[in-house]
């Protein structure tokens, strides 16, 4: 399309080393700075999912790496072909990360209060869900 080609760099002075993608929207890599090589760090970009301190304790970049690798029974070397509907099935035998967060809501009349909401983390490939 018009857009090939014109991406931009989000961390202009790193090189990444590693990226998965657990769906539209749900993605982690790893990098390393451009020059040295060295000061590795992990970011994750997770739609509807806060990434705090908390939440990062159990997702984070090798938990996204290891379900979306286990969904489609890859060890790192594709040794099957992968099924034509591969990429429509949602989370391969059932793995995900249950992650608890605290969620502010309002009233209908306007009061604050703070609740504990769950969410389950797996790699989806259908855009809008």
Not at 33 to 58: C, V, W
Not at 60 to 85: P, R, T, W, Y
């Amino acid at each position: 399309g018009e857009s090939l080609g014109k991406m931009k760099r989000e961390i202009p002075s790193r090189r990444i080393l590693e990226f998965v993608a657990g769906g539209p929207k749900n993605y982690g890599y790893r990098h390393v700075d451009a020059n040295t090589g060295m000061d590795e760090r992990a970011e994750l970009k997770i739609r509807s999912f806060p990434l705090s301190y908390a939440t990062h304790q159990l997702l984070n970049f090798e938990s996204m790496k290891e379900l979306v690798l286990d969904q489609f029974n890859v060890d790192g070397i594709m040794d099957e072909a992968l099924a034509d509907d591969i990429f429509n099935r949602t989370g391969g035998n059932g793995n995900s990360i249950c992650v608890q967060f605290p969620q502010i809501g309002r009233t209908r009349r306007s009061q604050l209060y703070t609740h504990l909401t769950t969410k389950q983390y797996r790699p989806y490939y259908e855009k809008g869900e």
